[in-house]
């Protein structure tokens, strides 16, 4: 079975820019998990999708912002982009939204460049 | 905000040796948790999951958890020098799909 795959693996943007990555979940997953990881702040959460439809959401601004389409891939959108963005960003897929038992499997991920 | 914290190391230890990697966590209601390995600019991946008191083994990797005291650990036995990564704890919030990540611990294996 594929794993969870992310596009693009490594993206060079420029202050107040936009970018937008892409993730697609194991098959059959239906959840996908957006992650930020910086050396600094390590892993932090940014939102989860299940059903088209945002569970969960961290405690970053308004700029950043996701989707999920109904074939469970996932994008996320960040706008007028800061240098602080600068991280490798990461989407996790897991089976259901729910409950105990199940776990997360991250894709490769994209290192996102601000400069 | 629910809390994991590691000891960010680095934690060196021989070829050979058994490497202890520890996490604590401040959601006693936490149900499921989780130890990752993640390579220098790679992602994190799964070593061991557990979700009932007491040591759970797969291979060289022994995972040990203890609800009351709120602490869950990693046990490597016959460490090599692969072994070296950051080691990451994570404790699902189990009503809700949300991880929280300690900081992660960094394992040298020295040949």
């Known amino acids: 079975k594929a794993g969870v795959t992310q596009t693009p693996r490594y993206l060079i943007k420029t202050r107040g820019q936009q970018v937008t990555l892409s993730c697609s979940p194991i098959s059959g997953h239906r959840s996908v998990s957006w992650y930020q990881q910086t050396p600094g702040q390590g892993l932090q959460f940014l939102f989860e999708y299940f059903s088209e439809t945002q569970r969960n959401k961290g405690n970053f601004p308004g700029r950043f912002s996701g989707r999920q389409f109904s074939n469970s891939r996932s994008e996320m959108n960040v706008s007028t982009l800061e240098l602080g963005d600068s991280a490798l960003y990461l989407c996790?897929?897991?089976?259901?939204?729910?409950?105990?038992?199940?776990?997360?499997?991250f894709g490769p991920g994209t290192r996102l460049t601000v400069l | 905000q629910k809390e994991v914290e590691q000891n960010s190391g680095p934690l060196s230890v021989p070829e050979g040796a058994i490497a202890s990697l520890n996490c604590t966590y401040s959601d006693r209601g936490s149900q499921s948790f989780f130890w990752y390995r993640q390579y220098s600019g790679k992602s994190p991946e799964l070593i061991m999951s557990?979700?009932?008191?007491g040591d759970k083994e797969d291979g060289r990797f022994t995972a040990q958890l203890n609800k009351a005291s709120q602490y869950v650990s990693l046990l490597i036995r016959d460490s090599q020098p692969s072994d070296s990564a950051t080691y990451l704890c994570a404790v699902k919030e189990d009503n809700f799909n949300k991880f929280y990540f300690g900081s992660g611990t960094k394992l040298n294996v020295k040949p």
């Open positions: 557990i979700y009932s008191n």
């Open positions: 996790a897929s897991s089976l259901t939204p729910t409950g105990g038992g199940d776990t997360q499997y």
